[in-house]
């Protein structure tokens, strides 16, 4: 068994109705025992568990649930130690409460299971033997002659038993227990298995909340026009002509442009298609896509700041017997999720309230609290399921907006809801990002050489700029890692996968130009490369494995490689594509996944599967262009994913491990790029660098 940290510390509270409430706090040392309020409800204490006298058992999810599964998986950690009947598990979004801080709270970086592995087992575990000890004490007998399952307490001398429900009431009076003990695997019954997706019943019958589904009675309805070019603002406008729509209320200028309310989204829109408005279009007026690209080749000639330095990576390339040098490029990327952003706020003089789906929450209540001046504690968030995020809604501009809004129509609720224009023009957006290369090798085919030039716009921090590039694990003995940071005023932010994105894609395919010039197969160049990565090096055995690497394919088929660790999971993925006309299709990704313990294997490969139709898009099809300042792509005609037709068979192979869990929302991205990309090499000898291919560059 695991003993649980003491310091991790549970707190109990009475029962809503009659229930117990078990709730987690941060570790704080020699906290007492929350007593129950005079009315027999609980003190709201960010609870995870409450056990009805029903025998429901429900968990608040701390986290945002934006399809990657974490409404199922977090209860399945809850469920594990609760020992209760999965069928009468219920879920429900805490408000922002302190105890959920940074990274609890939100769901981003791959994080929701890694941030709650441990917190959610204890809260599980804390329950069960309160429960346990208030069934003892009504028998009269000692907690060891009892023991808890499928949502009741058994007498093991008698073969009596007690419903959760019964026992709330009394649990809920007890102490916190300490010394708690946690399963080891072997006695896992929930974790490592996939039950049915809570949410998914919801989801169908349509009664599921989604942020666009937020009614609010009187509520009014917002749509937004912002100026073309980032940065720019409003120097005058005229609102008459939309003031005379049908159904339009009012016209407010806002810090980030013109705001039209109405009755109804429809009539909002037009009348936002009415305003006249002169715009201060700032001194990104005139940046354009090749202008950045000719001004980012001469920031990549000089040095930059640095990243990572091992040996003298000059001195090893100037005396390497083979040299390769090469610049690859990737385009700024849209999130682009299938819901657009959109928030409801409704400003009081004593309070505010925002239903928004975002995937940092506390975020959400900040900037509620900086646009409103109301203490934090007064901006209640009501979370929403997400329509997709990946990203997007870890930022707050469209929070921002909403709140402003609603502020000058108090005490009047407001829906602002964007366009699928507004998502793709105004987003922040995966930064463009430009490397220079050069790697070198001895007589023999080894590297003794690597250094690569960023030139990205930061975001989070220079290290997102170059990771998966400055944190390679190839076992080259010169490395030099340099990073320039443009300045666009394009707003970038995190995409899935982050830095590893366009790094991998970058990384991958250059050291299968480096195994080219050695004349070795490039999952025999890597093998040797990552002898001190074992995980790493036996998800690349196993995509070879059950790739068929090395065997005949069908005439016209090719194969590519690429691997990646990131979000504490170890990836490699083997695409085989065949390429017609310059014209690129993928038949079959198998792809090998070390996540650390499984909570889900069924939400693993649906995340997988998720995560390589997100990466194969931008190969082939996705990039933001900018034209004197303004984003060209518009909507999906131009901003177009991968269809279900071009969809490959995708083979999943999960590792078993006992390790603590990594992440597994974007592990699975950036690899794919690479294989398809070295595939194409494979297939016309051309060299991609630059993204997204074009038919004209493989004929």
């Known amino acids: ?81 609760l020992e209760c009947d999965w069928k009468k598990i219920r879920t429900e979004f ?22 709650s592995w441990q917190p959610l087992r204890q809260a599980g575990a804390a329950a069960r033997e309160m429960l346990v000890q208030a069934a003892a004490q ?49 006695q896992y019954k929930v974790i490592g298995t996939s ?24 509520m009014l309805y917002a749509s937004l026009e912002r100026c073309p070019v980032f940065e720019g603002k409003v120097a005058s406008f005229d609102g008459s002509k939309a003031m005379a729509v049908p159904g339009v209320k009012k016209v407010v200028q806002i810090s980030n442009g013109v705001a039209v309310i109405a009755d109804n989204t429809w009539s909002a829109m037009e009348g936002r298609k009415a305003l006249v408005i002169k715009w201060d279009e700032g001194k990104w007026a005139n ?68 239903w928004v789906a975002s995937q940092i929450q506390s975020l959400a209540q900040q900037t509620a609290a900086m646009v409103t001046g109301l203490p934090a504690n007064k901006c209640l968030v009501h979370t929403q399921y997400l329509g997709g995020g990946f990203g997007r809604r870890g ?63 930061p975001f989070g921090g220079n290290g997102t700029a170059v990771e998966g590039i400055q944190d390679m694990k190839y076992a080259i003995p010169n490395v030099a890692v ?22 991998t894609y970058f990384m991958e395919a250059f050291l299968d130009e480096m195994a080219a010039a050695a004349g070795a197969d490039p999952v025999e160049f890597r093998r040797k490369l990552l002898a001190g990565t074992p995980r790493l090096l036996n998800v690349l055995n196993i995509a070879a494995e059950k790739s068929d690497w090395g065997k005949p394919l069908p005439a016209g088929r090719f194969r590519g490689v690429g691997v990646v660790n990131n979000i504490g999971s170890f990836n490699a993925q083997v695409a085989e594509v065949s390429v017609t006309q310059g014209k690129v299709k993928v038949h079959r990704v198998v792809c090998a996944v070390d996540c650390g313990q499984v909570i889900n294997p069924a939400i693993i490969e649906a995340q997988i599967q998720s995560g390589i139709v997100y990466g194969m898009s931008t190969v082939t ?38 390790e603590n869990p990594g992440g597994i929302g974007e592990a699975s991205t950036p690899s794919i790029v690479p294989a398809v990309v070295n595939a194409v090499y494979a297939a016309t000898k051309k060299r991609v660098r630059m993204l997204p291919i074009k038919a004209a560059d493989l004929v």
Not at 141 to 170: H, I, P
Not at 433 to 451: E, I, R
């Open 482 to 503: 340099e990073f320039t940071a443009p300045d666009t005023g394009t707003p970038v932010s995190y995409w899935r996968s982050v830095g590893y994105s366009q790094n």
């Open 621 to 658: 099809k996705l990039g933001i262009t900018l034209d004197k300042g303004r984003v060209v792509q518009k909507n999906f005609n131009n901003y177009d994913p991968i269809r279900i037709d071009e969809m490959p068979v995708v083979e999943v192979y999960i590792v078993p491990s006992r």
């Open 287 to 354: 940046v354009s896509t090749p202008g950045l690209r000719q001004e980012w080749a001469g920031l990549a000639a000089k040095p930059g700041m640095s990243m990572r330095k091992a040996g003298d990576a000059a001195a090893a390339f100037a005396g390497a017997a083979k040299k390769v040098e090469a610049v690859y490029e990737a385009p700024y990327l849209s999130h682009a999720p299938m819901e657009p952003l959109n928030a409801t706020v409704q400003v009081r003089p004593d309070g505010c309230d925002i």
């Open 1 to 81: 068994m695991n003993p649980v940290n003491r310091r991790s510390f549970l707190k109990t509270g009475a029962a809503v109705g009659g229930g117990l409430l078990v709730g987690f706090e941060l570790p704080v040392k020699g906290q007492a025992q929350t007593p129950a309020s005079s009315n027999g409800a609980p003190l709201k204490l960010n609870a995870f568990v409450k056990v009805g006298t029903d025998d429901t058992v429900t968990l608040e999810i701390h986290k945002s649930e934006m399809g990657q599964g974490t409404v199922t998986s977090l209860s399945q950690l809850l469920a594990e130690e």
């Open 138 to 186: 009504q028998w009269k007998v000692d907690k060891s002659q009892c023991r808890a399952e499928n949502n009741t307490v058994v007498n093991t001398a008698t073969g009596a038993k007690l419903t959760y429900g019964s026992l709330a009431e009394a649990a809920a009076k007890l102490p916190a227990p300490t010394g708690l003990t946690l399963k080891t695997a072997a």
């Open 195 to 218: 039950p049915k997706r809570l949410d998914t019943p919801a989801k169908v019958n349509g009664s599921i909340g989604f942020g666009l589904d937020v009614k609010r009675p009187g």
């Open 395 to 457: 930022g707050a501009d469209y929070v921002t907006e909403a709140v402003e809004i609603a502020k000058a129509m108090s005490p009047t609720p407001v829906k602002l809801t964007w366009s699928r224009e507004d998502d793709l023009q105004h987003d922040t957006y995966r930064p463009a990002s430009y490397v220079k290369f050069s790697g070198g090798l001895d007589a023999q085919g080894s590297p003794v050489s690597f250094s690569a030039r960023v030139v990205c716009p």
């Open 94 to 115: 805490p408000g922002v409460e302190p105890v959920y801080g940074a990274p609890m709270m939100g769901a981003y970086g791959s994080l929701s299971i890694r941030t």
